[in-house]
């Protein structure tokens, strides 16, 4: 079958049973064809932005969707397991991402199975061919290790981030000026006011972050990723 007759196999069609949405068109059109060698019919979904996508499934009698993490420009499929969901589909992610407190968004989401790209073409047929089936599913165990490692996760980001939090706005924004290397005669000249406020706010940072001085100040914004805003 050549190129062309592939593409047009894989339109979408009033009758598709899974929905492909993937950002590597050749393996989207790949793994319809497949499909359809036993007997499921796939449609491929052209346009990956999101209100594409979901006009693409709307009002259709699809019995899942297989959705990518990463959609390019489009963004991330996480932000599109929940509305898709609401449609009243099963999502499963079809995904290269192997860290575990991402698979466990998705899960948490409302993913019902995640397959990987990692496997041979044909174990990834298989896989898809089983959670289409209802065999592929995640069990409850898998479910509950996920969501574990998940919980330990945020709990984790939450107490690298907390002393962050009891900074002011305005302390939060001298911090920033201290990353961008400014000093507190540049941030004063900048922010029309005195070095001496400028100094206040550096003091009461330091305290708030319990370190004993700018460098160290960085240092600790830096290795938490904290950011302006974030």
Request: aromatic letters at 4%; one cysteine or more.
């Amino acid at each position: 079958m050549t190129d062309a007759a592939v593409l047009r196999d894989t339109q979408p069609t009033d009758v598709a049973q899974i929905a492909i949405v993937e950002d590597h068109g050749l393996l989207a059109q790949s793994l319809a064809y497949a499909l359809a060698g036993r007997g499921i019919t796939a449609m491929v979904v052209k346009d990956l932005h999101p209100d594409a996508v979901l006009d693409a499934l709307r009002d259709r009698d699809l019995a899942l969707v297989l959705l990518d993490f990463d959609l390019g420009d489009a963004g991330i499929g996480l932000d599109l397991i929940k509305p898709i969901g609401e449609l009243g589909y099963r999502v499963a992610m079809l995904t290269g991402e192997t860290d575990p407190v991402t698979l466990a968004k998705c899960v948490e989401a409302g993913a019902v199975g995640v397959i990987s790209k990692r496997d041979p073409f044909d174990r990834l047929i298989e896989h898809i061919a089983d959670v289409f089936d209802g065999r592929g599913i995640l069990s409850l165990a898998t479910r509950e290790q996920l969501m574990s490692g998940l919980r330990v996760h945020r709990s984790q980001e939450a107490e690298r981030t907390a002393p962050f939090e009891r900074l002011t706005v305005r302390e939060s924004e001298v911090l920033q000026d201290l990353i961008d290397g400014k000093n507190a005669e540049t941030i004063a000249r900048d922010s029309f006011v005195s070095v001496a406020t400028v100094r206040s706010h550096i003091k009461a940072l330091l305290a708030k972050l319990g370190v004993n001085s700018q460098l160290a100040a960085v240092a600790l914004a830096r290795r938490s990723g904290w950011v302006l805003g974030g």
